[in-house]
Structures are given as structure tokens and as C-alpha cells.
């Protein structure tokens, strides 16, 4: 219910702002969006992936949260890799990483709107933050590289290089790990 209230909250926010495309939005609420459904087994081996060349402490840190993120990306209808692509690219699986410069916070770096009624001292609520974000940021702009760009810019559902190279870090572990697809 929580949630709920937070979506219609930074949803209204993001119209008054003009952030939004011209979706009406009860349809953003309601959309669902197609999800694969990714093992555990894959996100683990994502994680080895992407720390192989550091330290096996680190590694075993970042494979403690695979629960924690499937449960939410599940919950928001997401795809578990993209939500762990973006938390390695945005925090490298640190719930203590902070960006003083913008004031960003935790495992997916969120803040301002995007973190308000979410309680970011805890795992759960910075990744409930993200994760929700993220997934509005994607119904806004209609697309997995559109929400990329205006989850890392706030205001633009134009791809840019950054953004780009987050969706190709998706696209080959999905390739990588899924062999089905």
C-alpha cells in the first residue's frame, strides 16, 4: 500500500514537471511490462562476472543481495539483471556508497524525489527506492535505454553514452547468462 502511494506520489511529481511523455497516467500505473524470469543461479554468476578481477570478499557482499533483489525487481515486474547492472554500475553493490556532490545514497544511488518516503538507512528501502524508480523511469520514456537515460540524468528519456553503455552491459549479460534468449 506504502508503495502504491509513493508511485502516485512521484508520478504526480514527474507530470508537474513535464518529465513525463504523453502517456496518460493511469496507464503508467497499470502498465506491465514483459519480465524474463531469471535464476539465482544467474545473478550469481553475473556477480562473479563482474568482480573477477577484485577481491572475493566484495564479490560475496554484492551475491548476499541477489535475494533482495530479485524479490523487488519481481515485485515491480523488472528483470533482476537490469536492476543488477544498474546497482553495479551506480554503487558497485555498496549499500554505504555516497555522492556528495548530488547527494546520492546507497546500493542504487537515488535521491530528491526519487528517494522521499523511502527509508535509505536500510538494504530494503534503497533498493525499493531504486528499483520503483527505475521502473517508472522505463514506463516514461517506453523504453529499457529511454529509462536508462532518465534514471542517470533525472530529466532526459534520450539515450546518451553513458546510458547506452548501461544498456549494453544488459544486453550481453543477458546474452551471456541467458542461453535461451
Not at 493511469?26 to 524474463?36: F, G, N, Q, Y
Not at 577484485?54 to 536492476?83: C, G, H, T
Amino acid at each position: 500500500m506504502r508503495s502504491d502511494v509513493n508511485k502516485k506520489i512521484i508520478l504526480l511529481t514527474f507530470i508537474s514537471f513535464g518529465l513525463l511523455s504523453a502517456k496518460p497516467a493511469e496507464s503508467i500505473l497499470k502498465e506491465e511490462t514483459a519480465i524474463s524470469d531469471p535464476t539465482f543461479k544467474e545473478l550469481h554468476q553475473y556477480t562473479e562476472w563482474r568482480f573477477s578481477n577484485v577481491s572475493r570478499k566484495k564479490m560475496r557482499a554484492a551475491q548476499e543481495l541477489i535475494p533482495k533483489v530479485i524479490e523487488y525487481a519481481n515485485r515491480f515486474r523488472l528483470d533482476p539483471l537490469l536492476v543488477a547492472v544498474v546497482m553495479h554500475a551506480e554503487s558497485s553493490w555498496k549499500p554505504t556508497a555516497y555522492n556528495p556532490a548530488k547527494g546520492e545514497r546507497g546500493l542504487m544511488q537515488v535521491h530528491g524525489l526519487a528517494a522521499k518516503g523511502f527509508d535509505l538507512e536500510t538494504i530494503d528501502g534503497q533498493i525499493n527506492a531504486g528499483v520503483s524508480y527505475l521502473k517508472f523511469c522505463i514506463l516514461s520514456c517506453g523504453s529499457i535505454e529511454g529509462g536508462l537515460a532518465l534514471y542517470q540524468t533525472g530529466y532526459k528519456c534520450e539515450p546518451f553514452s553513458l546510458s547506452k553503455r548501461r544498456y549494453r552491459l544488459y544486453k550481453n549479460a543477458v546474452r551471456k547468462f541467458r542461453k535461451n534468449e
